[in-house]
């Protein structure tokens, strides 16, 4: 019971603070299955994460989109986050004997992932639990991975902001009327 407060208590202070601090990181992934990864934060708490990789126990090549729920814990460059999306994969030429003929498709599914990460200066450092399942094709109908990326930062928010805020400053110059919207009258 006292663990159910501390992750209730942990949930509800997380929405009160701002749980992503980077805008786009990319870098590599290993675990059941091996790739590259690169993560955009599409609004406060929302990423999209688009995963490429090879697996170590299947002969196939996947490319997984994900949108990601991101919840602060204790600060700001903890979080813990799930989401959910499409997986397609392709499968390596694997050759058919005449006694057992091969009828396998490529893989397409949903894929499913929850995990925890943690901002270390320019770095993402993640891990995380990806169940798929496989709406056809693929070797079999349900599998899961677990991986460890590592990302670098390459767009932090507060370089972000600061070119949003230079944009807005340099069409305020060129436009002064357009934000005074008392004086369009004139």
Do not use: C
Request: aromatic share 14%.
């Amino acid at each position: 019971m006292k663990k159910l407060f501390v992750v209730a208590f942990a949930f509800l202070v997380s929405n009160f603070i701002f749980s992503q601090s980077y805008m786009t990181a990319g870098g590599l992934r290993a675990g059941t299955d091996w790739g590259l990864t690169v993560q955009q934060r599409l609004t406060k708490n929302t990423t999209f994460e688009g995963i490429v990789q090879s697996s170590l126990q299947r002969e196939e090549l996947m490319l997984t989109a994900l949108a990601e729920r991101h919840y602060a814990l204790v600060f700001r460059g903890l979080n813990i986050y799930m989401g959910a999306g499409l997986h397609k994969g392709w499968l390596a030429n694997v050759q058919s004997s005449e006694l057992v003929p091969l009828e396998r498709k490529d893989p397409f599914g949903l894929t499913f992932i929850g995990g925890a990460e943690m901002k270390l200066g320019r770095f993402n450092i993640s891990y995380d639990f990806k169940p798929a399942i496989n709406i056809f094709g693929g070797e079999k109908k349900f599998y899961t991975q677990t991986g460890a990326s590592v990302r670098y930062i390459f767009l932090n928010n507060k370089v972000w902001k600061k070119k949003q805020k230079a944009k807005r400053k340099k069409k305020r110059k060129e436009n002064p009327k357009d934000w005074q919207f008392w004086k369009k009258g004139d």
